[in-house]
């Protein structure tokens, strides 16, 4: 249950929400009180004749300031009033509600659930009808997220996990729920980082690591480990199968504040790559109210760039077309305030474009099955200046 | 009328038209008279063929006059006799408008008896018999045996038989198809004879032909009785007698019917007021909208000497002071004689007629069958859940004063209800509230419902060039709307124009067509604020169960969550959500207004009446049709439909709230 707290105060501008009105610190009103919080709220203001409602923090673009300070996504004042009386939002609303309890009872009975877990422990047909109160997950998903902004409390906190993605290995020792784990001793399959890797989950204890090094995606990844790169490197690898999930972003944030330990990024080169590098970096738009406790602003982008085909020599072969799809995200990322302005990114963006392909980490495998461990990421761990920042 | 005289002009060498069931035509007196009369000789009349080319001379000995009996006798689907079915329905239709034109002018409320026996399979008899003021015995042999005999023609007053042919053109039908002389019983008075006469026509003498003559014993005291025997066809649903008979009743509710069908039934369709409409008078033409020849032709035939009293005399509507100001404009005075006007100052005289201004035709011409009576005719005979009614004033076309009324049924149980709150009616009714129904049109002349030739009626071409969608209801181009609704349309008029002899349809003047789509655009301005209101009524009710829904959702969580008093926290929540819908319990008053609580002003729509959905006619609804409603539906739900009298709005309101 403990707190992680915010580096960054944010500015407390909710002042109608619910329950305690400022932005969780020190000291805050526990999690249950919170939600107990915003029932009282509610019951209040029916008391009183007023319409209920519940303020829910903007999770959007238009909500989040990049904090050049801090260098990363903050999120912004605009809340949304989600009102019961209302035709369009009646149901969210009682959604709302229903989550908060059942959130409520899990924290009480000291119980952890998946976010499928709540969706099926909220889901019921509404007395009377046949309409169920959650159709799908997919709807519950973003409910939990409001409240998690609203009661200004992190999914775990609201005892909430959701589904482990990511895997690490190397040279770390660490405490797992009391478990110790030598991350050199792992085989081949890893460790599955979990969402939760709070201090009162995982304690490190031993790093050899110099460096830690994020790859895209599990098959990258795999090539990595049965080369045994850690192992030559003194390094830990991790990936997050794509966008990465909570826990591995608040596990990469952990070990580079409190091991000190440089994150490096290899991405495949095309704008998705490019977004996650920033999520890692600055954080996301969605989970802007984290960013403070996830985000890695000293992180490195390290390939794979637009101009390594002409620096490794790459055969044709390589090459994937871009899209529409890609040039319209390519330009929506350039236009993200924690892109623009920096000149090397919209070189890279500009050279991109002009190839006209996109590449992937797994491309490199056409010079030879371990070109990636043996010659190009060595290659471009050692040239400084080839990384993006 | 110059469709008889038309064809004199060429010559005579029809076939005789070919009717599989009727008899030869050398079969039709056999039967009948054992007088010597000349065989007809009709159709090998002129066998006589000239070898070449005719001459004038040859020409001149075939031309000569056509009787008009002789001409309907060839050409008898101009009176509606064009099949067995339609002539059942022609012959009804001439006997009851007859028999319900003599009651009214007697100012006798009508009791109108009729029975269809069927005889064989294609032969039928027609029995009419009604309460009115009988036939003096000499009258009778002409009025049933001669065409184009009658007191209607020659005058400008409103009655639904307008030429006199139509009850003789039946028994002449009844006499070409199976031989049988028309049977009339007459009787004037309680203590008068009844005349019992057995008429053919001499159809080419246009002359009645008397069979039997003799005084009978009946049962009952006044009235004329006719009976003709036909080759005919019985139908039911569209164009059919029942329809007939409904929809008569629909626009009668003075008149009492009784209706015994081949099979046996009785129908019943008692009187729905005892309230004879109004008497009309007779009147004179009015100046606008004549033609030139009709105009020159007056002044041929008039009685007055001067021209200023000719106007004042033949014309309605034409002071002196007027005539005066009509013969200055035609370069005359008004003391100029009438044999000295010539062709061209006939002309100037005319146009003067169509250049002054002068008074609408008097009204009391015109018996209109009145917004109310249309309503609870239409409450009476179709299941709805909105009526609405609207007279024109009256108004003129051709110098005939005329006056257009609409009535407008919708929803109920003509199906497609657009209410989204029907979820207890089963599976069945649910069907049928999902096929879009296509709109009725019901279409009356002077009070008779007209059948046939729909599509050629100017009243099917108004709802069409109606624009329907601006009343919520759909409508592809060029057709009648989409929707569960009823158009009834009334033309009253000293003269309706039909299209044929047979009044099946009413011919489309500019002026008439323009009356027509203001009164539906009247209706249908009303039908469009009720659909309106009704669905943002159905849609604050369907939000309401909406928040009604998720409330105890909402109590129970929030319950689970902290410690409160639940019931009154859902009381508070219950509260809200009423007043989140206010809309939702509004109610409408007798004028399908909404009933507001705060005496808010609300545009009043007249003339309408708004039924629950059962569709039920509310009881005692205009004073009409009390008892039988309330016997019929007594019991089944209560009524929120109020009759659409003026009763003060306030005291409704105050009695709802």
Excluded at chain 1, 349 to 360: D, L, P, Q, S, Y
Aim: proline share 5%; net charge positive; hydrophobic share 35%.
């Amino acid at each position: 249950m403990a707190k992680a707290k915010k580096t960054a105060a944010k500015k407390s501008s909710k002042s109608t929400k619910a329950p305690a009105g400022k932005r969780r610190g020190k000291g805050g009103p526990a999690t249950t009180d919170r939600i107990t919080d915003l029932a009282q709220t509610v019951v209040a203001q029916a008391g009183k004749g007023t319409d209920p409602f519940v303020d829910i923090p903007i999770r959007a673009l238009s909500n989040v300031d990049f904090n050049r300070k801090t260098r990363y996504i903050e999120m912004g004042d605009k809340s949304q009033r989600r009102n019961f009386f209302n035709f369009g939002q009646a149901k969210r609303f009682m959604q709302t509600m229903l989550v908060a309890s059942k959130c409520k009872d899990n924290i009480e009975r000291n119980k952890t659930s998946s976010i499928r877990g709540i969706f099926y422990q909220a889901k019921h047909s509404i007395k009377g009808t046949k309409e169920k109160t959650f159709d799908t997950q997919e709807e519950c998903d973003p409910v939990l997220e409001d409240l998690e902004v609203a009661l200004d409390s992190l999914r775990e906190e609201l005892h909430v996990y959701a589904s482990s993605r990511g895997a690490m290995i190397g040279e770390l020792t660490f405490v797992d729920s009391g478990d110790t784990i030598d991350a050199t001793r792992l085989g081949s399959g890893g460790y599955a980082i979990p969402s939760i890797v709070e201090p009162s989950v995982i304690q490190f204890k031993k790093c050899n690591a110099k460096f830690v090094l994020h790859v895209e995606k599990d098959t990258v990844w795999r090539r990595f480990v049965e080369d045994r790169f850690w192992e030559k490197h003194k390094c830990i690898l991790t990936h997050g199968n794509g966008q990465p999930p909570r826990g591995v972003r608040r596990l990469l944030h952990r070990m580079h504040n409190e091991l000190k330990l440089p994150v490096m990024v290899l991405m495949d080169n095309d704008p998705w790559g490019y977004y996650i590098y920033s999520v890692i970096k600055q954080g996301s738009i969605n989970l802007a109210f984290e960013s403070g406790r996830m985000a890695v602003p000293d992180a490195k982008f390290i390939g794979v760039s637009s101009f390594d085909y002409e620096r490794f020599g790459l055969s044709d072969d390589v090459k994937i077309d871009l899209d529409s799809n890609d040039i319209k995200r390519a330009k929506q990322i350039m236009e993200y305030p924690w892109f623009a302005g920096k000149k090397e990114w919209e070189k890279e963006i500009r050279k991109m474009a002009k190839n006209g392909f996109k590449m992937e980490v797994e491309a490199m495998a056409s010079k030879h099955l371990s070109f990636v461990t043996e010659e190009y990421t060595p290659a471009k761990l050692k040239d400084k200046k080839s990384w993006l920042d | 009328m110059d469709d008889a005289t038309a064809p004199s002009a060429t010559q005579a060498t029809f076939e005789f038209p070919a009717e599989p069931a009727a008899p030869a035509p050398e079969n039709i007196r056999m039967p009948q008279s054992a007088k010597a009369r000349s065989k007809p000789t009709q159709g090998k009349k002129k066998a006589a063929k000239a070898s070449g080319p005719a001459s004038a001379e040859t020409m001149a000995a075939q031309q000569r006059e056509i009787s008009v009996a002789e001409f309907f006798a060839r050409n008898r689907h101009l009176l509606g006799f064009d099949n067995k079915r339609k002539a059942l329905l022609t012959s009804v239709k001439e006997a009851v408008d007859n028999a319900l034109d003599a009651c009214e002018e007697a100012g006798v409320l009508p009791e109108i008896h009729l029975e269809i026996r069927q005889l064989s399979e294609d032969r039928f008899r027609m029995i009419c018999r009604d309460n009115g003021p009988g036939i003096v015995k000499q009258q009778i042999p002409n009025i049933f045996g001669k065409l184009l005999y009658g007191s209607k023609f020659h005058r400008l007053k409103m009655s639904r038989g307008q030429q006199g042919i139509g009850i003789s053109a039946a028994g002449m039908y009844g006499l070409l198809t199976t031989g049988k002389p028309v049977s009339i019983v007459s009787k004037t008075g309680a203590k008068k004879p009844a005349h019992h006469y057995k008429l053919a026509i001499d159809t080419k003498k246009n002359k009645p032909d008397i069979i039997e003559d003799r005084e009978v014993e009946v049962p009952w005291e006044r009235g004329t009785e006719i009976e003709i025997e036909m080759v005919a066809g019985f139908n039911r649903g569209r164009q059919s007698v029942f329809e007939y008979i409904d929809q008569t009743a629909i626009a009668n509710p003075h008149a009492a019917f009784t209706f015994k069908g081949p099979t046996g039934e009785l129908m019943e369709y008692p009187r729905a007021t005892e309230e004879l409409p109004r008497e009309t008078r007779e009147i004179k033409p009015h100046p606008h909208g004549i033609e030139l020849g009709v105009l020159m032709k007056m002044l041929k035939e008039t009685r007055a000497t001067q021209v200023g009293a000719f106007l004042q005399q033949d014309f309605s509507r034409v002071s002196s002071s007027v005539a005066g100001q009509i013969c200055q404009k035609a370069g005359i005075t008004a003391r100029t004689w009438v044999n000295t006007v010539d062709p061209q100052t006939a002309e100037k005289l005319y146009q003067a007629l169509q250049d002054t201004r002068l008074r609408a035709p008097s009204t009391d011409c015109l018996a209109p069958i009145g917004a109310e009576a249309i309503l609870s005719g239409l409450l009476k005979g179709i299941k709805a859940e909105f009526y609405t009614a609207s007279t024109r004033p009256p108004t003129v076309y051709r110098g005939n004063p005329f006056q257009i009324e609409v009535g407008v049924a919708f929803g109920g149980d003509l199906g497609g209800s657009s209410s989204s709150d029907d979820d207890d009616n089963g599976s069945v009714g649910k069907k049928a509230k999902d096929e879009p129904a296509a709109a009725r049109v019901i279409r009356f002349a002077n009070r008779v419902p007209l059948l046939y030739q729909q599509s050629a009626c100017s009243t099917y071409k108004s709802v069409i060039e109606t624009k329907w969608n601006n009343y919520g209801l759909s409508q592809a181009r060029g057709a009648i709307p989409q929707a569960p609704v009823v158009i009834l349309i009334h033309m009253a008029s000293v003269w309706v124009p039909f299209t044929s002899e047979s009044k099946e349809a009413i011919a489309d003047y500019d002026e008439i067509r323009k009356e027509i789509k203001l009164a539906i655009a009247e209706c249908g301005r009303r039908l469009g604020i009720y659909l309106r209101r009704k669905k943002r009524r159905a849609h604050f009710s369907q939000r309401r169960d909406v928040f009604h829904k998720y409330i105890d959702e909402v109590v129970e969580a929030c319950r689970a969550m902290a410690t409160f008093n639940k019931d009154e926290f859902r009381r508070s929540l219950v509260s809200l959500a009423e007043q989140a819908t206010a809309h939702a319990d509004i109610e409408f008053d007798e004028h399908g207004n909404m009933i507001q609580p705060k005496e808010q002003a609300e545009r009043t729509l007249e003339h309408t009446v708004i039924v629950d959905r059962e569709g039920e006619p509310p009881a005692g609804q205009l004073g009409l049709f009390a008892t039988e409603s309330a016997d019929t539906n007594g019991g089944r739900k209560k009524k929120r439909a109020k009759a659409a009298k003026g009763k003060t709005k306030k005291a409704k309101s105050a009695r709802k709230r």
